[in-house]
């Protein structure tokens, strides 16, 4: 297992006709355009320790297994396709430049604790904050992706969709593994503020959990997840008018 996961973060995710930003020969094409953010990179580690796995790595190598996933489907481009940091606010812009039908921003959770386990969907509501004021917004730098914008800067215009596509995400999750517990939640997440797109920030489980970071370095699991995600997608995009 250890063996197969060096050889995958050695192993290049995607090639550079992905990257995002690179043409816009996509704004022709009938697909549907879909833009994954692998959160963190570089100097950003997000979650995890020394000499295991980081948040940032996690994120990369499901977003390129979600990729080839999708790749005959969609349009797929990435925020980042290496290890290098990406300015917060530029990830959802990448997503409005190729006037995208969804942007997906891929995290692990991290607790001080062992215990807190599962998966995090989020959508963009300025009102948590309204409606949960003893709630500390700020984190430590290397978790600033992580933090949330005040409540009145965005949009909410495409949340009723997020919502759905949340639900069908939880549903899909609990059909592969009914005891994977799974949150939906709307909050001011700053990575999502500003995409003019349908956006959700999803944490795929908790590297400070054991069992979860054993999933989370597991390829078959990880090949399992980007199927859920795909099956759901297939669903939201069946009942949904183009977004462009």
């Known amino acids: 297992m250890a063996i197969l996961w060096v050889l995958l973060l050695a192993t290049p995710i995607l090639t550079a006709e992905t990257e995002a930003g690179q043409?816009?020969?996509h704004l022709k094409s009938a697909k549907k355009v879909l833009v994954l953010d692998p959160g963190h990179g570089g100097r950003d580690l997000g979650a995890g320790?020394?000499?295991?796995?980081y948040e940032k790595e996690v994120a990369l190598i499901f977003a390129g297994f979600l990729a080839e996933k999708l790749k005959p489907a969609y349009t797929v481009h990435l925020t980042r396709s290496d290890d290098y940091e990406?300015?917060?606010?530029?990830r959802p812009a990448v997503a409005n430049h190729l006037e995208a039908d969804l942007f997906l921003s891929i995290?692990?959770?991290a607790s001080t604790l062992h215990n807190p386990n599962g998966m995090l969907i989020a959508y963009y509501d300025g009102?948590?904050?309204?409606?949960?004021?003893?709630?500390?917004?700020?984190?430590?730098a290397p978790q600033k992706e992580n933090q949330l914008a005040p409540w009145n800067n965005n949009t909410l215009d495409h949340q009723e969709n997020c919502r759905h596509l949340a639900k069908l995400l939880k549903e899909k999750i609990l059909e592969y593994d009914p005891e994977i517990k799974v949150d939906i939640q709307?909050?001011?997440i700053v990575v999502l503020e500003g995409a003019t797109q349908p956006a959700l920030f999803m944490e795929i489980g908790y590297l400070t959990n054991p069992a979860d970071r054993a999933k989370l370095k597991d390829p078959n699991i990880m090949a399992d997840y980007a199927d859920i995600i795909s099956a759901s997608l297939k669903v939201y995009f069946s009942k949904q008018p183009s977004q462009r």
């Open 86 to 90: 990406v300015d917060l606010m530029h």
């Open 127 to 140: 009102r948590f904050r309204q409606q949960h004021p003893d709630t500390k917004f700020t984190q430590d």
């Open 23 to 25: 043409n816009d020969s």
């Open 49 to 53: 320790k020394p000499n295991d796995i």
């Open 107 to 109: 995290h692990t959770g």
């Open 186 to 188: 709307g909050m001011p």
